[in-house]
């Protein structure tokens, strides 16, 4: 199994044991060891009260690809510690997407960057997760 087919495999294997892609409407666009790339279209129920993208729902889809990119060997793995930047509102109709990818990976530890970017390019928001590999996989080998 190549490495691109093992990320795949995991991200299948994450997909059906969650509910998150359903319940946000998101879509895996790539996935690929140490790198993850997941879209959504912002729906009104995603809307905070000024009619923009919710901060919560922006930092979901970070999270998620960097889930993705982290778990993508096929070695379970945690967030330790994450930060977003809100540089741009996501508006309804907007495609974001995040792009994940790793900075780092040392022993158990990682560092992963999430761009998220509307479907011009513009920058909506910057992610910076931490991650910590526990026990277990997603799937036997």
Partial sequence: ???????????????????????????????????????MIVQPHH?????????????TLADTAFAHACNSRNQSTLAMHNVISY?????????????ASEVSLNGKNGIYD????????ILIAEFRGMSRAVRGTQFDE
Avoid: Y
């Fill in 114 to 121: 999430v761009k998220v970017t509307n479907q011009e390019g």
């Fill in 1 to 39: 199994m190549t490495p691109k087919q093992r990320a795949e495999k995991v991200a299948e294997v994450m997909i059906s044991n969650g509910k998150v892609f359903d319940w946000f409407g998101m879509s895996m666009v790539d996935a690929d060891e140490g790198k993850a790339a997941i879209s």
């Fill in 47 to 59: 809307a905070n009260s000024h009619g923009i993208c919710h901060g919560g729902i922006t930092f």
């Fill in 87 to 99: 540089l741009a509102p996501g508006k309804l109709g907007d495609t974001l997407t995040a792009h």
